[in-house]
């Protein structure tokens, strides 16, 4: 399939940005079973190409770590690009409509909490970050 140079140089950015942020980039389901399996509490971004993606949701979650309490893991994985490592991801989000850009937190693989896309398109940055740093409290211990 003829893909153009530009939508390649997007998917990079945004791959890109989400790592620098401190996420690790899970890209199979054997990388999403592992990550899920650890102790502890995991913030998945499932990240896009979207809009929304970019200019909210990877901003926030970038924003929103650095705070008293935070997950002990930081993943995500690609919807649209990475297929089978986020089908294998939202086998963990019982319940749970697919949404990209979203945001699961799990604790011990089970999960506590999702923010879909309807609660980060067309909302604030720091409108996500607040979210975010909510459930954090919720379910996180202090650094």
Same mark, same amino acid.
Do not use: W
């Given at each position: ?81 990475? %297929?089978?490592? =986020?089908?294998?991801? &939202?086998?963990?989000? /019982? @319940?749970?409509? !697919? ?5 699961? $937190?799990?604790?011990?693989? %089970?999960?506590? =909490?999702?923010?879909? &896309?309807?609660?980060? /398109? @067309?909302?604030? !940055? ?5 979210? $975010? ?11």
């Amino acid at each position: 399939m003829f893909q153009f140079p530009l939508y390649n140089d997007i998917v990079e950015q945004s791959r890109r940005e989400i790592v620098e942020a401190g996420f690790e980039e899970l890209r199979t389901p054997e990388e999403v079973d592992a990550a899920f399996k650890r102790p502890g509490t995991t913030l998945v971004m499932i990240n896009s190409v979207c809009g929304c993606a970019g200019g909210i949701a990877r901003p926030a979650a970038a924003h929103a770590i650095h705070y008293d309490k935070r997950p002990d893991h930081l993943v995500t994985v690609f919807a649209g690009q990475d %297929k089978e490592a =986020t089908a294998r991801a &939202r086998e963990y989000f /019982e @319940g749970q409509p !697919p949404s990209s850009p979203s945001f699961a $937190l799990l604790k011990d693989g %089970k999960l506590c =909490t999702m923010i879909h &896309r309807h609660e980060i /398109e @067309g909302h604030e !940055p720091i409108e996500v970050v607040q979210k $975010l740093q909510a459930a954090f409290d919720q379910y996180c211990d202090e650094v």
